[in-house]
């Protein structure tokens, strides 16, 4: 020991320090590091990425930057993620048609293959959310009233009380969740598309999700029962106020025109 | 001998059934006078005089549905655990009211029918009430003698929207939560005592646990007992009055010319409450009103969009909706303006439509009974002012809807704000001249009629060339209907000198009366019906058409 502390002072010292400190990282590091099996991935992943870019500079470069930096015409897609990607593309609001208060959703024209292969460009220029696995935004395991609960408190406020939409300010609005995938729902409260806010997981947890989207299927879903008939949109009293006068009303008034109209005849003599 | 005592009334026959039962009833409740002055009371046949039945009838039906419903309903701010049928709120904490209301609509045997037939009634009665009295003040029936029925009317509609709001209220779900939140908010804007009368209300800080059971007693009891009181007297005062009829051969306003209540209106009113009674059934048993399960359960913080009143508060919801946010501070106060000032032009908005007969009866000056109606046209003013109001109700139901017309339009919703706010004060402007003009057209149409005839579509050559439409003259009764009216004279001040030379005060208020009078019957606003002499000259025939 003490022949090593006598040359710690060695000029040379610090340089086999460090040569001992890299050997240990690499050792380290080939012993930990994931096996080779990585490496098929990585290629297909290359390949993904390089198909997905040449995607983009057709289809969305014009208004996003080349490299997705963003313009004056679109914001930048560094750490938007590849969950970003798969809701706008994968709903038509991307590409958009022309500017204006908000995008609507319209007729999807990239394949889910293509799709992916955007996404996989995208996440490829800074780190953000994947897109969901099944399991996620599946059925399984969702509590529905939890749901009811945590839509009402964080949704409703513009979704409407069964995700039936409503109107924001200057002609932007909440649209309906009627027929929205699951696996959108899910990309959006995870991602906050255009004017809605995001919920990561650390606001809304995974479980929540879910609960979210059980509850939304049991009440807005293709299987919803209707048990009082017709529910006129679900928008509330503004569409009962127009079926009462329309309908109720109108029918009423119908009918007393008809009663009226068959008096009983005076009898001629 | 017994038996000759007896046969001795049968030879002359046993009065028939019916006529006992008469009998019997007029020895203790002496009916006989007052079935003999009533059952042949004429009323005059006219669709329009039955929208008062429409809602005398929905109203027995709210009646009648809401004693099913108080059976099951729990008025009750208890806090339960949902256990029920309906899956997606079970374990849900609520109030005991909304469970009741749950447990009405899925587990009471014909609860959501009876529930659906309540409130769909409840619309369609404030919509009869509204269209009735519309009817009422276009064709002037509101005249004297019935200017109290007139009020008592106007009473039913505003308890009725009171009942109905009170109503709306007791499921304490998300939705009228969000109402009664509005309410408080409103009360919280009055100075000085709103606070007060808010902590009065709710037993404390909103929403405290009271409020459902309070609602309770004024939905069920208080409210409807005096609307109960005040049709009874509507209607005492149609058959005291005698219904109104529409001018026409040999109608006069000394007669009534209809059919008889027994037995032909007695058969027709019946099978009317039967049609109206199916009618709302049928649309209770297709249309969802108020789904309070998928509205979930009243909590203070949560709320959502699309959360409007049913439509007869529609327009104090546009009221606030589209007033700016203005607000005063001051030693540490706020008055809350953007709040207060629409609850000032609430009450504002509908007894501008009360008070309307008073003025009109004040600046005629007419203390005649009328019992003949106004065709509107023959009324511009009236009609006008009518027409007015109604776009100004309108316009805020626009506002009180904004983000449905954004959504549905694909409008800016600030738009619409912008747009209503506008409207409130200019549309009612436009729609009182253009209201006017249109009248003024139809009483010149009618007056081209009376002197010209009816336009046959015929068209005629005349031996020189000239193309002429062929005029068919008018029946003599068609002529009495057009021509039956009144037509007043503007009042004019009287002399401001006295025979005696002394120039007398002229008060403000009758400088007014003339120079709205003038407005009301001057040259500008009523087209001369035509005379006699005018008809006689242009029909006996100097070969023009």
Known sequence: MKKLSARRRHPLAALVVLLLALACTGGLYAAFAPASKAQADETAQSLAIDEGKKLYAVGCASCHGTGGQGTTDGPSLVGVGAAAVDFQVGTGRMPAQQPGAQVPKKKVIYSQAEIDQLAAYIASLGAGPAVPSEEKYGPEGADIAKGGELFRTNCAQCHNFTGKGGALTHGKYAPTLEGVDPKHIYEAMQTGPQNMPSFPDTTLSEQNKKDIIAYLDAVNGDDTVEPGGLSLGGLGPVSEGLFAWVFGLGALIAVAVWVAARTAKAKKS | ?545
Not at chain 2, 19 to 46: C, Q, T
Not at chain 2, 87 to 105: F, N, R
Not at chain 2, 180 to 192: D, H, K, N, T, Y
Not at chain 2, 435 to 444: E, F, P, V
Request: hydrophobic share 45%.
């Open chain 2, 1 to 545: 001998m017994s038996t000759t005592a007896n046969e001795a009334p049968r030879s002359r026959g046993k009065a028939p059934a019916g006529e006992r039962v008469a009998d019997w009833a007029d020895g203790r409740l002496g009916i006989y006078s007052l079935a003999k002055a009533n059952m042949r009371k004429i009323f005059p046949d006219h669709w329009s005089f039955m929208l008062g039945e429409i809602c005398l009838y929905s109203f027995i039906i709210i009646i009648l549905t809401g004693v099913y419903l108080t059976l099951f309903f729990h008025p009750s701010m208890n806090e339960v655990t949902y256990h029920g049928s309906y899956v997606p709120l079970q374990g849900q904490l609520m109030s005991e009211a909304y469970a009741s209301t749950l447990d009405i609509s899925f587990d009471v045997r014909g609860g959501l029918l009876i529930r659906q037939i309540h409130h769909w009634a409840a619309l369609i009665f404030l919509a009869g009430m509204f269209v009735h009295m519309m009817r009422v003040f276009f064709t002037g029936a509101f005249r004297k003698p019935r200017e109290i029925n007139w009020l008592f009317g106007f009473l039913l509609l505003v308890l009725g929207m009171f009942t109905g709001f009170t109503g709306y209220s007791l499921p304490d779900d998300l939705l009228s939560g969000t109402g009664i939140r509005f309410m408080e908010g409103a009360i919280l804007s009055v100075p000085i005592v709103g606070t007060y009368i808010s902590f009065f209300l709710f037993g404390g800080e909103f929403p405290g646990h009271d409020f459902v059971a309070r609602f309770y007693s004024i939905h069920i009891l208080l409210l409807p007992g005096i609307m109960l009181g005040l049709v009874v007297g509507h209607l005492i005062l149609v058959f005291y009055h005698k219904h109104t009829q529409f001018a026409g051969p040999g109608k006069t306003n000394k007669n009534v010319v209809g059919m008889p209540l027994l037995p032909v209106y007695m058969a027709k009113a019946g099978g009317f409450f039967f049609l109206v009674f199916g009618v709302i059934a049928a649309v209770s048993a297709i249309a969802t009103i108020n789904p309070i399960w998928a509205i979930g359960p009243y909590r203070p913080d949560q709320v959502s969009t699309g959360a409007q009143p049913d439509w007869y508060m529609g327009f104090s919801e546009g009221l606030i909706r589209v007033m700016p946010g203005w607000e005063i501070n001051f030693w540490g106060h706020t008055l809350a303006l953007g709040v207060f000032i629409p609850l000032l032009i609430f009450p504002l908005v509908l007894v501008a439509i009360a008070v309307y007969p008073f003025i009109e009866s004040w600046v005629t000056g007419d203390k005649r009974e009328h019992h003949i109606l106004d065709r509107p046209r023959n009324a511009p003013t009236r009609t006008a002012f009518g027409v007015a109001w109604m776009t100004v109700y309108f316009v805020l139901l626009i506002g009180g809807g904004n983000d449905l017309w954004a959504t549905h339009f694909h409008l800016s919703i600030n738009a619409i704000t912008w747009f209503v706010r506008i409207a409130f004060f200019v549309g009612p402007v436009l729609a009182f001249i253009a209201t006017k003009r249109i009248c003024l057209g139809l009483q010149r149409r009618d007056k081209e009629k009376v002197l010209h005839g009816r336009e046959s579509g015929i068209i005629k050559r005349l031996p020189h060339g000239e193309f002429i439409e062929v005029h068919e003259p008018l029946s003599q009764e068609q002529l009495h209907t057009l021509t039956a009216h009144d037509q007043y004279r503007p009042a004019e001040i009287g002399p401001t000198v006295d025979e005696n030379g002394v120039e007398r005060k002229v008060s403000r208020g009758e400088k007014l009366r003339a120079k709205l009078s003038e407005s009301y019957y001057g040259e500008e606003s009523q087209i001369p019906k035509p005379t006699v002499e005018e008809y006689k000259e242009i029909t006996s025939g100097h070969g023009h058409h």
